[in-house]
């Protein structure tokens, strides 16, 4: 972490210092139980909980100074050392840019490179952010953020985790709304931006797909003329961000090439191998060579993630010899994620309940259906949130193709996806190939009684949905895993 001052911060915020100017704290956090010694804690108004409600816990941990938006005091009416601001979203955003320019500041008059990688999209963000760290990080410190850290504060408490020796910062970005992305992009100021794709995910925050696309490409649109933007040319709204961009453009394709593309980073001879990880050749823009890659995710969707990550990679400068080599030995490293389980008596788990949206519950369920040939196959499938006013009528496309894939069975979970159920029933599966559970408890119940030696169950929804914790339950069910308490 870049070390600030309790002055310094006072004056990057714009906040009232009340604790010792030289005071300088060598962490942030904004959970109070993760505070160690010599923390600053970020007290941060919630929807459920105040932050400011925790910050003696957070001092008892070990925390010295405290960003607040009012004062704070001990039971004995002391006040804790604190800068108070206005904002602690925003003071946090504001020391998380003043970091990331001292760090390029330095490392340019060292003659050190330093580059900010963005990365943007309606699904794939994680996984793409996960492959480019893993190239990166041969080549250099590389900083990644921790899980899915890609809003308001999680992109500043991964710039914290960043410091003079890192050499490439890589950021996730996430968005609700039109304006986001543009603040986050101007926080880290990134040379190299990958949109990924416009999906529906968050249509009704954002008010329907084409404000997405337009929050979107916020991104490229904050990229330097001497940056890269990174696009992908399988969905037209992204490729259009090409006009939207001074920098140049690097698109990426796992279709057929067209005439007069240039540019392109492409897979060619794509396969699906038995345990359902995609093989292709990838193909980089200036050279006629194929850099063979065999990937150990699962799922033909991760092409395209694949793909992004070796093209941002490309515009890193890293050689295509050593980006195949990387991208054909990582493993998922979030969570949650097409995470497969074998259990001692046959039956496969895959879960990829971390998130969900229309076009990730349609890969995921195509990837169930090639897997899943000559096994019994089960989609345990919950809400997907967000959607606005196209809400039935995706869970509703979704039932259809569950029965037209042919999957053996269907337990939908929670009203809010009882649409998915009602349309699985009038596509023609009923019985016992479709099943509707309340809560998740009988989802339980009804799994563990069914499932057979053999069977594939995939697990899919909304992260507040909380099937990922049934996922585990059900993948060891003997065992608790960590942080995966049902709601």
Same mark, same amino acid.
């Not at 594939?456 to 895993?481: Q, W």
């Given at each position: ?12 915020? /714009? ?28 007290? !941060?108004?919630?929807?459920?909980? $105040?932050? /400011?409600?925790? %910050?003696?816990?957070?001092?008892? +941990? ?23 601001? *206005? ?37 794939? !963000? ?31 408490? &991964? ?10 910062? %890589? ?12 603040? #986050? ?58 006009? +939207? &961009? !001074?920098? &140049?453009?690097?698109?990426?394709? =796992? ?26 050749? #990838? ?12 990937? !150990? ?5 991760? %092409? ?16 295509? *010899? ?6 054909? @030995? ?10 497969? &389980? ?5 039956? @496969? ?19 169930? =259906? ?18 606005? *006013? ?34 699985? %029933?009038? *596509? ?19 799994? +563990? ?5 053999? $069977? ?18 059900? =993948?060891?069910?003997?065992?608790? @895993? ?6």
């Amino acid at each position: 972490m870049i070390a600030f001052t309790a002055a310094e911060i006072a004056e990057i915020t /714009h906040g009232r210092l009340a604790a010792d100017p030289g005071l300088t704290p060598g962490s942030v956090v904004t959970d109070s139980r993760e505070a160690t010694a010599g923390s600053l804690y970020v007290a !941060k108004p919630g929807e459920a909980a $105040d932050g /400011h409600d925790f %910050v003696a816990a957070a001092f008892e +941990r070990g925390a010295v100074l405290a960003l607040v938006q009012r004062d704070v005091a001990d039971a004995a009416g002391h006040a804790f050392p604190a800068v108070v601001v *206005e904002d602690s979203v925003l003071a946090m955003g504001a020391l998380a840019a003043e970091a990331v320019r001292r760090i390029r500041a330095r490392r340019a008059a060292a003659g050190q490179a330093f580059t900010v990688i963005g990365i943007t999209g309606s699904a794939g !963000k994680t996984t793409t952010k996960d492959l480019l760290a893993g190239i990166l990080a041969g080549h250099g410190e590389t900083v990644a953020p921790q899980g899915s850290y890609n809003g308001e504060v999680g992109v500043p408490l &991964t710039v914290f985790k960043a410091g003079f020796d890192t050499r490439y910062l %890589v950021i996730e970005m996430g968005a609700t709304g039109v304006g986001h992305i543009n603040y #986050l992009a101007d926080m880290v100021r990134p040379e190299i931006g990958v949109v990924l794709g416009v999906g529906t995910a968050h249509a009704g925050e954002f008010g329907g797909v084409e404000n997405i696309a337009r929050a979107k490409g916020e991104l490229v649109e904050a990229l330097p003329a001497d940056g890269t933007a990174v696009l992908n040319l399988d969905d037209a709204r992204v490729a259009a961000m090409a006009a +939207r &961009t !001074k920098a &140049t453009v690097l698109g990426f394709s =796992a279709g057929p090439a067209r005439d007069g593309e240039q540019a392109v980073v492409r897979a060619e001879g794509v396969e699906l191998n038995a345990a359902g990880n995609p093989e292709f050749d #990838l193909i980089l823009p200036g050279g006629s060579a194929r850099h063979h890659v065999s990937a !150990k995710l699962i799922g033909e969707h991760h %092409v395209g993630n694949l793909l992004a990550a070796a093209g941002a990679a490309h515009a890193a400068g890293i050689s295509g *010899e050593q980006i195949a080599a990387s991208l054909s @030995t990582q493993t998922a490293a979030s969570r949650w994620r097409m995470e497969r &389980t074998e259990r001692p008596d046959g039956v @496969t788990i895959i879960n990829d309940a971390y998130n969900a949206n229309p076009e990730s519950m349609r890969a995921a369920l195509r990837t169930l =259906a090639d897997l899943g040939r000559g096994r019994r196959t089960w989609a345990v499938l919950g809400a997907m949130l967000e959607l606005g *006013e196209d809400s039935i009528r995706e869970h509703t496309a979704v039932g259809t193709q569950v029965v037209r894939l042919n999957i053996s069975r269907l337990l939908v979970i929670g009203r809010e996806a009882r649409a998915l159920y009602v349309s699985a %029933v009038n *596509e023609g599966s009923w019985g016992d190939e479709c099943l509707f559970a309340e809560t998740i408890d009988e989802a339980y119940a009804i799994l +563990r009684s069914e499932l057979a030696p053999g $069977d594939l169950v995939l697990f899919k929804s909304s992260n507040s949905i909380g099937l990922r914790h049934l996922g585990d339950r059900i =993948a060891l069910p003997e065992t608790t @895993t960590e942080g995966s308490p049902l709601p």
